[in-house]
């Protein structure tokens, strides 16, 4: 018990603590100075460009893993043949090293000799390169988290399809609904619970993505990715401001409870 | 058992989505694997050859070298991690699930907590904490990292399965005298092996990928896998043979797991809201 509330509960203090001081590693002494942090974190130039980016990228990213997700599951709740084998290579990315993921694609996309972008996209007359190009790069990024986390979306989806009774299925059918209706007025209300577990989860989860991005574009060409997490790794341990990238991470556990707090309302 | 009845032709759309997404899936993959056993000449040439004789020569690289030490310092993080989850968290686990106070009831949103904050939250100030102790750069650091999430999701994990455990069992054992440890020992751990190898999988697994704290909580000595593949892949010169070797290495204890234990796994990213 008491280890536990040392784990949890004092680096919370502590980053309260070191979000109102200035804090610069390497740098004499660390005056109290109330809220300065969260005032310069706030009204720098980089913080707007991160929160763009961040929003482009959590919102792509949640929506279109949440639709895959959604439908792989449907298709491999019914009978066929196969399903066994197939959801697990679907679960696949999951347990990958998100590092091992972003390599892979920054490998495959790579403009020299990946064989997705020197191969196959210039066959078709694209000759751009997809990860140094600062309006493409955000693109591959948000491919690059589909692929990896579409599959905690299909499973917690189809966790929940599979709790639904078939029976209901039938007599829906036998009143004369259309696969529509079916499942807008059977299917879905059941399983929204999932759909919010899932939804809350992934959401914190994209908002959060350091190791991918990192590996594939490190936040760049220029700061074109440069997503909030990326943003604080570069100012607490570049910079080694630990105080305004405690501020930071204040600052985006608050905009993390309240998009949560507005999907549970929302959707409940 | 109501069974739908499909068309062949909606069959065979349903089929080729499946399998138009399985190729993304598995595309990087196979290319990353393939891309492991080729020279570095054979590597770069375009368009990339589909026929050639496998060379294991990167792989001679990865594990000669300073590059095993990488692979030893993942195993010992995740290993310990496993081994300290297990005994504090067993204990912890039952004496939450037997203690009918405000914590144990509480605990749950703490866990939520820990999952809601910024990975760089928790790390800046473990870092600070872990530097002014100079232990910075050491499987200490990043062992004990790992564990501020791994700890707090085994006992929720651990908690809710002793729950479901009938008392009558250990109140059984109690009347033949024997004491909490021995009910704990000998009757409840034997029960909970399930979710035991379940937490045990899944905590191997978060240690083995994880890479923000050991990036940041290490520099040459205890790097990690994850570090020295993030490592290498910011570098200019690229050896892309070697640097699949290794991911493809990484990749090992990931399909071992997702074989055996996917339900188990699902149910601890998803902290038991699904079973």
Redesign the interface.
């Known amino acids: 018990?008491l280890?536990?509330v040392c784990?949890?509960a004092?680096?919370?203090f502590?980053?309260f603590y070191?979000s109102l001081h200035e804090w610069v590693l390497f740098k004499r002494g660390m005056p109290f100075i109330g809220f300065e942090n969260f005032a310069r974190v706030l009204t720098s130039s980089e913080f707007l460009q991160s929160l763009k980016v961040s929003v482009i990228y959590t919102f792509s990213t949640t929506s279109l893993t949440f639709i895959?997700g959604l439908?792989?599951a449907l298709?491999?709740n019914?009978?066929?043949k196969g399903r066994g084998i197939?959801r697990?290579?679907?679960?696949?990315?999951?347990?990958?090293?998100?590092?091992?993921?972003?390599?892979?694609?920054?490998?495959?996309l790579n403009r020299?000799?990946g064989?997705i972008g020197?191969?196959m996209l210039p066959a078709v007359g694209f000759m751009r390169s997809l990860l140094a190009d600062p309006s493409l790069a955000l693109g591959s990024i948000i491919m690059a988290d589909v692929?990896s986390k579409t599959s905690?979306m299909f499973?917690?989806l189809l966790?929940?399809l599979q709790v639904v009774s078939?029976?209901l299925?039938?007599a829906a059918?036998i009143d004369g609904a259309s696969s529509w209706q079916l499942f807008s007025h059977v299917t879905f209300p059941l399983i929204k619970p999932?759909v919010i577990?899932a939804l809350i989860?992934r959401f914190?989860d994209a908002?959060?993505v350091?190791?991918t991005i990192?590996?594939m574009t490190?936040g760049g060409p220029g700061t074109a990715t440069q997503t909030?997490?990326l943003l604080?790794?570069k100012i607490?341990?570049l910079y080694f401001n630990?105080g305004e990238?405690?501020a930071l991470?204040?600052i985006?556990?608050v905009m993390?409870?309240g998009v949560?707090i507005f999907l549970i309302r929302r959707i409940t | 058992m109501y069974v739908e009845k499909f068309s062949n032709l909606k069959k065979l759309i349903l089929y080729a989505i499946v399998l138009t997404y399985l190729v993304f899936v598995l595309f990087p993959l196979v290319w990353l694997v393939q891309s492991s056993f080729k020279s570095m000449y054979q590597a770069l040439k375009i368009p990339p050859d589909l026929i050639w004789i496998p060379t294991f020569e990167a792989y001679h690289k990865a594990l000669g070298g300073g590059m095993l030490k990488a692979f030893m310092n993942s195993a010992i993080v995740s290993l310990s991690n496993v081994l300290l989850v297990l005994v504090l968290g067993i204990s912890a686990g039952y004496a939450l699930a037997n203690l009918k106070t405000k914590a144990s009831q509480n605990i749950g949103f703490w866990i939520l907590s820990i999952r809601m904050a910024p990975a760089f939250g928790i790390i800046v100030p473990l870092y600070i904490i872990l530097r002014t102790f100079r232990l910075v750069d050491t499987i200490f650091a990043v062992t004990v990292a790992h564990l501020t999430i791994n700890l707090p999701l085994a006992i929720w994990l651990l908690k809710g399965y002793f729950e479901e455990i009938p008392s009558e069992l250990a109140e059984a054992a109690i009347v033949d005298g024997a004491t909490r440890t021995q009910v704990l020992l000998y009757v409840l751990v034997p029960v909970a092996a399930p979710m035991i190898v379940a937490v045990s999988a899944l905590v191997f697994l978060l240690s083995w990928n994880e890479f923000l704290f050991a990036f940041i909580l290490s520099s040459e000595a205890a790097r990690t896998v994850p570090v020295l593949v993030a490592s290498l892949a910011g570098t200019m010169r690229f050896d892309w043979p070697l640097m699949c070797a290794l991911s493809s290495l990484a990749l090992i204890p990931a399909f071992v797991l997702v074989v055996y234990l996917q339900r188990y796994i699902v149910r601890g990213l998803t902290f038991g809201a699904v079973k």
């Open positions: 018990m280890v536990l784990i949890v004092f680096p919370t502590f980053l070191a895959l439908g792989l298709i491999l019914k009978e066929l197939m697990t290579l679907i679960a696949l990315p999951l347990v990958i090293p998100p590092v091992v993921a972003g390599f892979a694609w920054k490998f495959a020299e000799v064989v020197a191969y692929w905690l499973l917690i966790a929940g078939p029976d299925y039938e059918r999932a577990i989860i914190i908002f959060n350091f190791d990192f590996v490190s909030f997490p604080g790794w607490g341990f630990l990238a405690a991470a204040i985006m556990l993390t409870i949560g």
